[in-house]
């Protein structure tokens, strides 16, 4: 009997970045229950087994072919890549996931003078993204000195250990609570999955198979449907504001001045966009969840 080909994704084992992880799994209807925390966990029913490893691991463990997928932050894995770039590295990006979006951003005290990067010139800068940010200071032609801290970078001016900082951004209220405003973003972040640059076909039609079940999911959680009546004579004037419709369908409806019009919106409806179907002359107008779509 041949081995069953099963593909090894590494995957962040605690912190935002995982729970996404795991909930976008569950919406795919791939439950990874792994109650006792193991480290590694198999997928029942699928040929698919889970490592869980501290973030900073996963593009190496990726690039040296133990794992053969991994879910990261594309700042770990751009800062990875950048280090490696005069050695061998074989993880590539593979697919975006859209969530655990942030910036790596320069930031500055309160009350610093900010205008370009060139007004960071010369200044020592800390960090624990040290290649991202010489990369950035090299295009940008800025002499500065790079501090490199593996953590609680926030602090560091007042500990005056440097100037000013280059950290991840996200809600802005570690800055504000540290004196520090946001000055000049350098790398917009999200998670991606990567994947070994030398896996096997086989295994990449496993990963791929997945990839598109779990971006059909990714789409149905941004996608609603809509349902709403409205008078025959404004049905044009109501679809055009459906946001990212395809041919909605219309129905008769007992009252032969009205129609019903059902639509999936790719888009996010907000209540602006209902208010405004409103005045149209819509109305009972309904927006519901989608659990899964296939496009
Ligand atoms: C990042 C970053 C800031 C914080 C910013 O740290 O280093 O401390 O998030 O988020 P905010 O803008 O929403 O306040 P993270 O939580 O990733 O941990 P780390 O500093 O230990 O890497
Ligand atoms: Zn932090």
């Known amino acids: 009997m041949t081995k069953e080909t099963r593909i090894l994704i ?144 926030e602090i560091s001016p007042h500990l005056k250990i440097s100037d000013i900082i280059c950290d991840i951004v996200s809600t802005g209220a570690t800055l504000v609570e540290n004196g520090m405003k946001e000055a000049y973003n350098i790398f917009d972040s999200e998670a991606i999955f990567i994947r070994n640059t030398k896996i096997s076909d086989e295994k990449l039609k496993i990963a791929s198979k997945l990839v598109s079940r779990l971006d059909c999911a990714l789409i149905a959680n941004k996608s609603k449907y809509v349902m709403l009546n409205a008078p025959k004579s404004k049905i044009k004037e109501i679809t055009n504001l459906l946001p990212g419709s395809e041919s909605p369908t219309i129905m008769p409806l007992a009252d032969e001045n009205k129609v019903a019009i059902h639509a999936v919106c790719s888009e996010p409806v907000f209540w602006d966009t209902m208010e405004k179907l409103k005045a149209a002359g819509a109305s009972s107008i309904l927006v519901l969840p989608i659990e899964k779509m296939m496009l």
């Open 10 to 153: 590494a995957m962040q084992k605690s912190g935002r970045l995982s729970e996404k992880s795991l909930e976008l799994f569950k919406q795919s209807g791939i439950v990874i229950n792994n109650g006792k925390r193991q480290l590694l966990y198999r997928i029942p029913e699928l040929p698919i087994d889970i490592l869980f490893v501290r973030d900073d691991d996963i593009p190496m463990l990726v690039s040296e072919g133990t794992c053969d997928l991994g879910i990261v932050g594309s700042n770990v894995f751009k800062e990875v890549e950048l280090s490696k770039k005069d050695e061998e590295f074989n993880a590539a990006h593979f697919f975006s996931l859209g969530f655990a979006k942030c910036r790596l951003s320069l930031a500055v005290p309160e009350h610093f003078d900010f205008h370009s990067p060139q007004s960071i010139d010369g200044l020592r800068i800390a960090t624990t993204y040290p290649c991202i940010l010489k990369d950035f200071l090299k295009k940008n032609k800025l002499k500065c000195e790079v501090a490199v801290m593996s953590g609680s970078v």
